[in-house]
């Protein structure tokens, strides 16, 4: 098979009739063409198969939060669709949660909007690159997309790597918005690493499950002041985890995916990305990063949420 040359000439024209090209005998003729005739198959079903784009311009309208496929709509390849809708759900949970127990700042839902706006739009970018290779829609992708299934076919290597059937979906990387610390490495999801604890194996999702959405603080300092740093989070919803001590970063992922140094300090919210990473225990840096992730002001009144919030949601 590996010489075998696969005939180019039962690509669909970009003006088709969907109605002409979804009758059996002519999409059997073009299943010939591609196969070669002496192969024999069985059409199960065929039918026009469409998708379309849409997005949203805000997916925050005051009381009302759109998510899913409510809110951007784009074709499925590279599994974007239903992966992206649970990214934002997993991304709005836990801000609605603290945001109704009054833990959180009525600006939190609007970190919602612009986290899940920009990962949307990296997911239509990417799907309509894919869909404009599957269904040209000009000459020019369409000379673009022959001559790259040609050099394929011919074995060149190089041309392999620009067939865009889909590109799977990836977690956005929330780098450079306002939640987060302004490392490269903030605002990245960061895998369910594994670790220990009391001797057993867990999973950092373990433990997130277990923060029933609070914030966790993994301080890699065993010899760390924590009553600085518990004095400096009194009242806001994170739990600080001594490494060495609480859970063992056993292989060294945590800190790793973290980017975070021994003596630092990384931030991880409900969602599994990564809020800020520190290279020491100041408890000025963290209260400031973990009111930054909650939409707190540094110096707002903490107690006035709730009134704020019966107008937020
Ligand atoms: C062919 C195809 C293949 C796909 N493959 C993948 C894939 O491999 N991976 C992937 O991640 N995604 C894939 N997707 C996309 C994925 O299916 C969607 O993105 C996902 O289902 C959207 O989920 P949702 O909950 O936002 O919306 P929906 O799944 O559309 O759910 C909305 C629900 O609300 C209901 N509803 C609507 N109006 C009302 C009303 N007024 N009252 C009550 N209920 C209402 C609907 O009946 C529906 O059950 C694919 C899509 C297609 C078409």
Redesign the pocket.
Known sequence: MADQVWRLDFQMAPDADPAYVSRPEVARERVAAMLGHDIEFEIVWVGAYSYRTMLMERFRHGRLLF????AHAKS?FG?????S?IADADNLGWKLELLLQGRAGPEIPDTYDSERHRAAEENVRITSRTGRFMQPRSKMEYTLRTAVLQLANEQQVFARSLINTGRM?APHHYAGLPAFGARPEDGRLVPNVPLRRGGADCGLVDLLREANADLLAFVFDAGADLGELQRALAGLPVQLKVVGRDVEDTAGLLAAQTATPPGGIALVRPDSHLAAGFATTDPADLRAAVLRTLGRAPNGNQDATRPVLAEAV
Do not use: E, S
Request: aromatic letters at 0%; hydrophobic letters at 35%.
């Open positions: 998510i899913g496929d409510a499925p599994a974007r669709g239903g992966n809708g979906m």
